[in-house]
Each structure stands twice: as structure tokens, then as C-alpha cells.
């Protein structure tokens, strides 16, 4: 029996890919067959994409800029003939009241989030066109799902992705290009790691609010991920799918 999980002939262009849950998707995408291009503005994408071998390549990726995906696209047929697979990973988090978010914090949070996912979509849809169709995978958030305190602009990118997810899913449906959005929460990377350093900490502070009494690892999101861009997921499309140990689950009062 063929195995539809696995991504042999694709290529997956994966923002954010220096570290984290990209990292993690490039990794399994590679063992699950796929070749892959790396994304980031991190220079460590560099050393990802090296021990990965020759089925994958390393490009700065601003996912602000429109120039600089076309130039990532660009490398990626070059290396691989088509794009056929795009992970749109990259994004920040910052912390703060709503009456201390300044512009700033607000535009550099959407900047990456928001923008960052909507330029991608509309600049690799070419590409994945000319490839004959595809998948898109947005990663959106728990707080894509529902709010919370000293998030606004966060949470507010987050809900702006799965809401382009589904709009882009019934657009680009005829194309044979599916779009679907993965919202981890309480995943262990380093954005995480950056707020809250100390390991047990995380798992008394995040762990113990959900269900499963644990952080995520990144590689559980990457299993995700890799699953809604592969064949078993083929009518699959317009849909959220929650990577979050149950925090998505309770209706809010903790037991």
C-alpha cells in the first residue's frame, strides 16, 4: 500500500526554517522525501540547510518584503525545477498591555505575522501554479482561537492568518492548491524558550493549563504540518487544525 504521508518529488519553500517548528517541518519534510528551501533571516538557516544535504537550500527570506520572496521562489525552481509546498512558519511574539502596544510593537508584530503569510501566499501562488497545484500551510496559533491578556496584536495576527487561510482556501480550491493553518500552543522552541527560559518553569507555567499536562514539542507541529502538505490530506482544505495538548479544549475554567 502506498503511503500518502510521504512527499517524494515535492519541494516545500518553509519560512522561518533557521530554528524552531521550521526547522523541525524541513527536517521531517526531508526524511519524508521532499527537498526543501530554507527560509529565514537568521544566518543559522545556512547550517540547517548543510546538514540536510543536497535536497535542501538555504535563502534570506524576509517575508516582509515581496522582492525577497520572489528572489526565495526564484532559487527554489533554479535548484529544484518547482515549488509545490509552501509553509508559511515565520513569526515574533511580543508581550504587552494594550495600553503600553505602540505602533511599533503593532506593526512589527502584523509586519511578520500577518503580512509576512499574506505576501507569501501571494507571491509563491504562481509557483504553485506552474507546478500543476499544491498545498499551503499557514501556522496560526491558539491565540488564533481565542484571545488572551498582554496579546493583542499577537493574538489579533493570528486570527488575521486563519481568517486569509479560509478565504484563500475557497480561492485557490480551483487551482488545485490546498490552504490550511496549524495553531500550535505551548510549544517548547525558542521564541518560547526567550520568554520563559527556565525549563521547569515552562512546563509548571504552560504545561500544567492543558490537558496533557506538558509542553509540545516541535516535532509534534511538524507532524502536523507535513501531514496537511501531503496526499493523505487531499480533501482536506479551508480547515484549522489545533496542536495544543487540549488548551483549545476547556471552555475555560480550570479544573
Not at 524541513?26 to 547550517?47: F, Y
Not at 504552560?206 to 501531514?227: D, L, N, P, S, W
Amino acid at each position: 500500500m502506498t503511503d500518502r504521508t510521504r512527499l517524494d518529488g515535492r519541494v516545500a519553500l518553509i519560512s522561518g526554517a533557521a530554528r524552531g517548528m521550521g526547522e523541525a517541518t524541513a527536517r521531517l519534510m526531508v526524511s519524508r522525501g521532499a527537498s526543501v528551501v530554507l527560509g529565514d533571516i537568521l544566518p543559522e538557516v545556512k547550517e540547517v540547510a548543510t546538514s540536510l544535504g543536497d535536497k535542501a537550500v538555504a535563502v534570506t527570506l524576509d517575508v516582509t518584503d515581496p522582492q525577497s520572496w520572489r528572489d526565495a521562489v526564484d532559487a527554489g525552481e533554479k535548484a529544484f525545477g518547482k515549488i509545490d509546498i509552501l509553509v508559511n512558519n515565520a513569526g515574533i511574539l511580543l508581550i504587552e498591555a494594550l495600553e503600553n502596544t505602540s505602533d511599533d510593537i503593532y506593526d512589527r508584530v502584523n509586519g511578520v505575522n500577518a503580512r509576512g503569510c499574506f505576501l507569501g501566499m501571494r507571491e509563491v501562488h504562481p509557483a504553485l501554479k506552474r507546478a500543476g497545484g499544491g498545498a499551503i500551510v499557514n501556522l496560526s496559533s491558539v491565540e488564533g482561537l481565542g484571545g488572551n491578556r498582554f496579546l493583542i496584536a499577537y493574538s489579533g495576527s493570528k486570527f488575521s492568518v486563519r481568517g486569509m487561510t479560509k478565504a484563500a482556501a475557497i480561492e485557490l480550491a480551483s487551482d488545485g492548491i490546498r490552504v490550511n493553518s496549524v495553531h500550535p500552543g505551548g510549544i517548547d522552541t525558542p521564541m518560547v524558550r526567550h520568554f520563559v527560559p527556565d525549563e521547569a518553569d515552562r512546563q509548571k507555567g504552560i504545561g500544567r493549563q492543558v490537558a496533557m499536562r506538558r509542553t509540545g514539542k516541535a516535532e509534534e507541529v511538524a507532524e502536523a504540518v507535513t501531514f496537511l502538505a501531503s496526499d493523505a490530506a487531499s480533501y482536506i482544505t479551508g480547515a484549522e487544525l489545533a496542536v495544543d495538548g487540549g488548551a483549545t479544549a476547556t471552555s475555560g475554567f480550570k479544573h
